[in-house]
């Protein structure tokens, strides 16, 4: 799947990081683009 770079603007992020808001699954998608790591990197827990 190809997903394309868009903006996601601090409205967006200050629910998501406060645990307000579940983002929906092409909102998580672009997430990790705009801080510029895989899915795997942005998601995954190192252990």
């Given at each position: 799947?190809?997903?394309r770079a868009t903006t996601i603007n601090q409205?967006?992020?200050?629910p998501i990081e406060k645990e307000?808001?579940?983002?929906?699954l092409p909102t998580a998608f672009k997430m990790p683009i705009r801080f510029a790591l895989s899915?795997?990197?942005f998601f995954l827990?190192?252990?």
């Open positions: 799947m190809k997903i409205n967006t992020l200050k307000k808001f579940d983002p929906s899915i795997e990197q827990l190192n252990q």
